[in-house]
């Protein structure tokens, strides 16, 4: 359920097959899309890159020209797949779909400095699956407050705020989304419960990529007579060139359909070949007409089988940038006797209908309240795994913008990398000097009465489901504690989990004198709740840094060997048997943090081989490790959290040398550029504890110690704190792994109770 976030943002994001769109609701009620590279518009693109990570968006259309068997255009496309093959690597499609979210967060991050409340829409027509492998991969992009709508419902509230469009209760409209993978339909009529979803349909193999698909087959027709070399070439690459002029082909075609929408002939470039080819509209309008008339009947029958006639339609709302094809209108039109509504930027309206905030779906016209409490989506499971269907009612104080916006799709100023400020703009209900009517006056009581009851339930409904219905708060999630961990009792280990199903235990300090680095790999089945052995470290470790990369990698950097402080980096990929040397940190390092920020792995402080701290801050690139800034002092110990979104927490550690001085410190570095030291301080000076940025909780510590005193939860949110539940023992020197709302914590030391490592495994559940 979408909370209201510090500031009142809320995001919208569409992810397409071709295109993702992410719109922001300011506090101010103000909605603008959000620039990648200075366009709305951020390609859905994936490619793998040597180290390991996804570029995403323009820099993987660049890469791919290194290497287009790495390359996926379209991951939307291949939900129904559970990994897709990149190169020689297998890389799962949710992590894929992560990679383009975790983009989205990075561009949010640079406006709001935080990760708001997000709202997903998807197709009408997915079942429950596909919601869970969308909803899983904003999760594993960072997005903590994830929502989920319906694509043809949100574009319903666009049609209705922003079109200025009445869309009186029990009228219906035609939501006609064609993108670039399917064409959608959907007609939504809005209920007194508010909007539903009464018809739907569509044509899986009709996209705009099916357009571009047949405009291929036209000039390869062409192609095939006067060149048939270059044709074969394109048809059937066999080289990284071929594929590389293949690709640059059917980009050219595409921007040529693009071009036909707005004249009457595009050229068309061909590799290889000199001369450009030319297509014409008619040409166009004549290979796709067939396909367009295919969703011409497909949304006929949809209109059909809902009960309604077209005539009875409030509107067709044409959606999706294949929606731009001139012969989509007239075809409709012709065939339904509707205008079809057509807009400037159609990629746009579904992100921003998902941000609409409830009171501008109240209009002066009788019978067309459509604001209601959020439904529970159709799922079966906890409504926790999936999100909601619909967006809740965020309670704020700052008016909503009334301007309508006629076709343009958003407002006029975009989203950049900074806010922009501007005042206000109260809705207008009528000419002050012009008194209403009684009969206006009480329809207006009885509007606003509708309002103030429905943001009530949604308040209530907040409240019920974080677990508030009383005055009295409720503790936050529980521990459960997991069989022990084979083998000696230890602490200094690192944890990570792999697949959301595997906890991987790696290296540590044994607490058996005389108390020898580790070099065994643990493997707990969360499912199965068995333990197993996984692949021995190259060499006994503890005290290093353990991250899991987006491609489920393990990476473990630095550590403590018996020789002291080391620079190696050891990698396992997933499924992998042996540990591969990755790129050496710059200096060795025992007892720094690392973390996966969603743009890369960052790695901060630590001991160096002469014993003392130190305060750098490095981070793996395409060519190795660079310093990207400095702590605020030197620490070691330390503990690091991120929302996933560019932002990363480095907290509190020690200073062994020079007076063993623990740290209560909080630094914040932002987007690999930026170290802030913010006033925001531990409750007290913390060595060895672990931190995570908690969903629905916010950022904590748990653990650590200074001297003999052990210490358990801390949050920035001071009421947070005492609503966790503590350990039985408290500890420092913990490993600790998050996955699915879950904290797993194992091993660790407590001085007080002469406990110099444990085998002790716990599972805290924090979220529903």
């Known amino acids: 359920m979408v909370s209201p976030a510090p500031g009142g943002y809320v995001v919208g994001i569409d992810l397409g097959t071709s295109n ?89 991050a640079e406006i709001t400095r935080f990760a708001p409340p997000v709202v997903l829409t998807y197709p009408a027509s997915w079942g429950q699956t596909r919601r869970k492998m969308l909803h899983d ?41 064609f993108g670039g993978g ?30 571009d698909a047949a405009l291929v087959d036209l000039l390869g027709g062409v192609l095939q007579t006067s060149e048939p070399a270059v044709w074969r070439r394109l048809q059937d690459p066999r080289t990284a060139q071929d594929r590389r002029d293949r690709r640059l082909f059917w980009e050219d075609v595409r921007g040529a359909k ?44 949809v209109v059909r089988e809902s009960g309604l006639e077209p005539r009875s339609l409030a509107g067709i709302l044409l959606v999706g940038g294949s929606s731009r094809v001139p012969l989509v209108a007239r075809m409709l039109h012709r065939e339904l006797q509707v205008v079809p509504t057509v807009l400037e930027q159609p990629e746009l309206p579904v992100a921003e209908g998902a941000v609409v905030h409830p009171s501008e779906l109240v209009s002066s016209f009788t019978g067309t309240a459509s604001v209601s409490a959020p439904r529970p989506p159709v799922m079966t499971g906890p409504p926790a795994a999936y999100g909601t269907e619909s967006m809740p009612v965020p309670v704020s104080a700052a008016p909503m913008s009334g301007i309508p916006v006629s076709v343009a799709p958003v407002s006029a100023v975009p989203v950049s990398a900074s806010p922009v400020s501007a005042a206000p703009v109260s809705p207008a209900v009528g000419h002050a000097e012009e008194p209403a009517p009684a009969s206006s006056k009480a329809a ?72 020898p680095q580790l ?60 540990w591969e040397e990755g790129p050496a940190l710059p200096k060795p390092r025992n007892s720094g943090a690392a973390i996966y920020d969603g743009g890369g792995i960052v790695y901060a402080g630590g001991t160096q081989p002469d014993r ?36 990363i927490w480095f907290l509190g550690g020690i200073q062994q040398a020079n007076g063993n001085r623990t740290k ?36 904590c510590t748990l653990g650590g110690n200074q001297g003999s005193t052990v210490y358990d939860w801390w949050c920035q949110d001071a009421a947070k704190t005492p609503l966790l539940p503590k350990l039985d023992v408290p500890r420092s020197g913990m490993a600790m792994a998050l996955s699915g709302g879950v904290m797993y914590v194992v091993g660790g030391y407590n001085g007080t109770k002469h406990l110099d490592g444990t085998s002790t495994v716990e599972a805290f559940k924090y979220t529903g």
């Open 20 to 108: 993702t769109v992410a719109v922001i609701r300011s506090p101010d009620g103000r909605r603008r899309p959000v620039l990648f590279d200075g366009a709305p518009l951020m390609p859905s693109n994936v490619f793998l890159q040597d180290n390991g990570q996804l570029a995403v968006g323009r820099d993987a259309a660049r890469l791919a020209q290194l290497d287009p068997g790495r390359y996926e255009p379209n991951p939307k496309r291949r939900i129904d797949e559970p990994s897709v093959l990149l190169g020689s690597a297998e890389v799962p499609t949710v992590h894929m779909l992560a990679a383009v979210l975790r983009a989205v967060a990075v561009g949010v």
């Open 137 to 177: 991969a904003a999760l594993a992009a960072g997005w903590q407050d994830v929502s989920m709508i319906q694509e043809p419902v949100a574009a319903a509230r666009y049609f209705i705020s922003a079109l200025n469009h009445p869309l009186p209760q029990g009228e219906a409209v035609v939501v006609y989304d």
């Open 182 to 211: 399917t064409i959608d339909i959907a007609v939504v009529r809005n209920e007194p419960q508010g909007f539903a979803v009464i018809g739907s349909g569509g044509l899986e193999d009709v996209g705009g990529l099916d357009l």
């Open 258 to 301: 693009e071009m036909l929408s707005r004249t009457t002939v595009a050229p068309v470039s061909v590799p290889g070949v000199e001369a450009a080819m030319h297509l014409t509209r008619e040409e166009l309008e004549s290979r796709i007409g067939p396909m367009i008339a295919r969703t011409v009947a497909e949304t006929a029958r």
């Open 444 to 515: 207006l009581i009885a509007g606003i009465a509708v309002v103030l009851l429905v943001i009530a339930g949604g308040i209530f409904a907040l409240k019920t489901y974080n677990g508030g219905g009383g005055d009295a708060p409720k503790p936050i999630g529980q521990w459960a504690k997991l069989p022990d961990l084979p083998g000696v009792p230890l602490e200094g280990a690192g944890a990570a989990i792999v697949s959301d199903s595997k906890l991987f235990v790696i290296g540590g300090l044994s607490a058996v004198a005389p108390r």
């Open 519 to 578: 070099n065994t790999v643990y493997v707990y089945d969360i499912e199965n709740k068995t333990w197993g052995k996984g692949p021995d470290l190259p060499e006994p470790l503890s005290h290093m840094a353990v991250v899991a990369d987006p491609n489920q990698a393990i990476w473990v950097l630095g550590g403590l060997t018996s020789k002291g402080a080391t620079d190696k980096v050891w990698k396992l990929p997933v499924g992998a048997t042996r």
């Open 612 to 647: 003392d701290s130190a305060d750098t801050i490095w981070a793996l690139g395409g060519k190795g490790w660079d310093q990207i800034g400095q702590l605020s002092d030197k620490r070691e110990k330390l503990a690091a959290a991120t929302d996933a979104a560019g932002t």
């Open 664 to 699: 209560d410190t909080v630094d914040m570095l932002l987007q690999h550029k930026v170290v802030i030291n913010p006033t925001l301080k531990l409750d007290q000076p913390r060595e060895g504890a672990v931190a995570a940025n908690l969903t629905g909780v916010g950022l």
